[in-house]
């Protein structure tokens, strides 16, 4: 099973950026990655995917202006660059693999530990 660790979270003002980055060990099952978060009381919901053949990218119409998703191949990393940050971004993110149809329902092969991202208004 691949092991996910996210770093980047932090705490930043409306307005701002941010840039997650998630390392995955090295396993040739990967097929497909994404970004989920979820905010206290609230269920978690999907952010970004993309398929690692191809490189073919899908994000929630929510994000999908502000945020980017990209990869490097060669570090076994994937990222989420999140722009124009508002207070509604505020939640925990989690870095999700697996093939796409178990990233999109939402059961990936694996979960990252997760990261929070704070946007003050």
């Known amino acids: 099973q691949v092991q996910l660790v996210e770093s980047g979270g932090g705490v930043v003002q409306a307005g701002g950026s941010l840039n997650l980055s998630c390392l995955a060990s090295?396993?040739?099952?990967?097929?497909?990655m994404g970004w989920f978060r979820q905010a206290p009381g609230s269920e978690r919901q999907f952010v970004c995917s993309?398929?690692?053949?191809?490189?073919?990218?899908y994000c929630t119409a929510s994000v999908k202006d502000r945020f980017t998703i990209s990869r490097d191949d060669g570090k076994n990393s994937v990222y989420l660059q999140m722009n124009i940050l508002n207070p509604a971004d505020t939640a925990v993110y989690y870095c999700?693999?697996?093939?796409?149809?178990?990233?999109?329902?939402?059961?990936?092969?694996?979960w990252g530990q997760g990261t929070q991202v704070t946007v003050s208004s």
């Open positions: 999700a693999a697996g093939s796409y149809t178990d990233i999109m329902l939402y059961n990936p092969q694996s």
């Open positions: 090295a396993d040739t099952s990967i097929n497909t």
């Open positions: 993309m398929r690692w053949s191809g490189g073919s990218t």
